[in-house]
């Protein structure tokens, strides 16, 4: 059990807009800053969002971040068959002292 | 160009031991944090220690704490995870990952990762 949770899954048709959300707690999300990566099946993990809201260069503005309280949530605009692929967030829990992922969300393009 | 490439994974009895080995290139090794993760088969991304730049402050995961030790050499330009008292819940492939930004939760570049299966 991930101590930030997300949706297993979520879908949506090529073109569209999807959300993921990723729900902590004060001690988590709360007082610290969320990334989101990317992973494509067979590949190592990609940063997408770091900061709460910060692109790396590189990375499309199609993909956004945004942090309110203790939930965070990723939004993927113009959705692609490329977008496939599993979603994580990230932050730092000051109680466990350390890094937690949630249990990660598959994108799927309909 | 940045490269991290990990070596070191393979086949290992529970209760048996393992060193694990990140090669870095293409950037200032020691001038960055390295973060490694794990991903068991099938399964999610979990974080496993963290090291700074200078080796000064390490961090690692309620369920490795005690059995694993993360170490850099930063003129060899590697990271290093000893693992020790191995169990089958260690089965995964392991990640080395550059941290950026200033925190800890930001990895820029991974690995390709190393596989470790622990099984009798």
């Known amino acids: 059990q991930s101590v930030l949770t997300q949706p297993p899954s979520v879908s949506a048709a090529s073109g569209q807009k999807v959300t993921i959300s990723c729900s902590g707690s004060?001690?988590?999300?709360?007082?610290?800053?969320v990334s989101w990566y990317q992973q494509i099946p067979g590949t190592s993990p990609k940063v997408l969002i770091y900061?709460?809201?910060k692109r790396p260069s590189g990375i499309p503005d199609r993909f956004s971040g945004s942090k309110s309280g203790t939930s965070a949530t990723l939004g993927i605009t113009g959705l692609q068959t490329g977008d496939e692929a599993d979603y994580y967030c990230?932050?730092?829990?000051?109680?466990?002292?350390?890094?937690?992922f949630g249990g990660g969300t598959k994108l799927t393009v309909l | 160009e940045v490269q991290l490439v990990e070596s070191g994974g393979g086949l290992v009895k529970p209760g048996g031991s393992l060193r694990l080995s990140c090669a870095a290139s293409?950037?200032?090794?020691?001038?960055?944090?390295i973060n490694w993760v794990r991903q068991a088969p099938g399964k999610g991304l979990e974080w496993v220690a963290s090291?700074?730049?200078?080796?000064?402050?390490?961090y690692y995961a309620a369920s490795v704490r005690g059995r694993f030790t993360i170490s850099r050499d930063n003129v060899k330009n590697s990271l290093f995870l000893q693992m020790n008292s191995l169990r089958a819940e260690d089965t995964a492939t392991y990640y080395c990952?550059?941290?950026?930004?200033?925190?800890?939760?930001?990895?820029?570049?991974w690995g390709q990762g190393t596989l470790v299966t622990v099984s009798s």
């Open positions: 004060r001690s988590n999300i709360g007082d610290n800053y």
């Open positions: 900061d709460n809201n």
């Open positions: 990230a932050t730092w829990d000051a109680s466990l002292n350390g890094v937690v």
């Open positions: 090291i700074s730049s200078s080796s000064s402050h390490r």
């Open positions: 293409g950037f200032t090794f020691g001038d960055y944090s």
């Open positions: 990952a550059r941290v950026f930004g200033g925190t800890v939760t930001n990895s820029d570049f």
